[in-house]
């Protein structure tokens, strides 16, 4: 079936690194994507989202890239600190849907 | 502030008793859902509604109902049919139809079946 899965579930990184995070999905039909940052305990916030009609968004410290050819997302985390810290989940949506299907998770752990 | 509220933050629960988890939001949403989180893993819809006194079933509905007397509240009940309950549940909200599709979430409750 179609689903949107995470190929890292753990990803290290040292302080002030860059960080990245991947994500592919297997429904064609998406056209609205999201990244959630959730820390331990508690539920998950909206980090970013990006629409299937652009390849790039930027926001504070975050940009989200979408490859539409080898459906293919990613989260990248610039100057990474230890407040980063938590699992980030994708999410998508296609068709108008509100139904949002979400990946596993990649949990990143950040070290002073 | 507007945000979505879930209570109790932590509920212990002997097994074959039904518990009642509550949700509520002001953001004036129109839909509303609730997520099983388990260790490791990513989220799994349990119930969403889009509408008062309107509700469907989601992907691990099996062992828990809910009701939507009113657009505020989403409260979900855990019965006793459920055979491995303990877990963290997510309730969330969302414009629906119409909306961006971005979920606003409470910020969890835990249960444990002791």
């Known amino acids: 079936g179609e689903s949107v899965g995470l190929h890292l579930p753990t990803l290290s990184v040292q302080e002030g690194d860059n960080s990245i995070i991947n994500c592919a999905y297997s429904?064609?039909?998406?056209?609205?994507f999201i990244w959630y940052k959730q820390e331990s305990g508690k539920g998950p916030q909206f980090i970013i989202d990006i629409r299937s009609n652009m390849d790039k968004r930027q926001g504070q410290r975050v940009t989200v890239l979408l490859n539409k050819t080898v459906k293919h997302l990613s989260l990248q985390i610039a100057a990474t600190q230890p407040g980063d810290s938590a699992v980030y989940f994708c999410a998508e949506n296609s068709g108008g849907s509100y139904i949002p299907t979400f990946g596993r998770g990649t949990s990143l752990i950040v070290h002073p | 502030d507007g945000g979505i509220t879930q209570s109790p933050k932590y509920l212990f629960r002997k097994e074959g008793q039904n518990v009642t988890l509550s949700c509520e939001q002001n953001?004036?949403?129109?839909?509303m859902y609730w997520y099983r989180q388990d260790p490791g893993q990513g989220l799994r819809l349990i119930y969403y509604?889009?509408?008062?006194?309107?509700?469907q079933k989601g992907d691990i509905a099996e062992g828990y109902s809910v009701s939507r007397e009113k657009k505020e509240s989403f409260p979900l009940t855990v019965t006793s049919a459920q055979k491995n309950p303990t877990a963290f549940y997510l309730c969330a909200s969302s414009k629906g139809t119409g909306g961006t599709g971005e979920l606003f979430f409470g910020e969890g409750s835990r249960l444990t079946v002791l």
């Open positions: 429904n064609s039909a998406s056209d609205y």
């Open positions: 509604s889009q509408i008062v006194n309107d509700f």
């Open positions: 953001l004036n949403h129109d839909a």
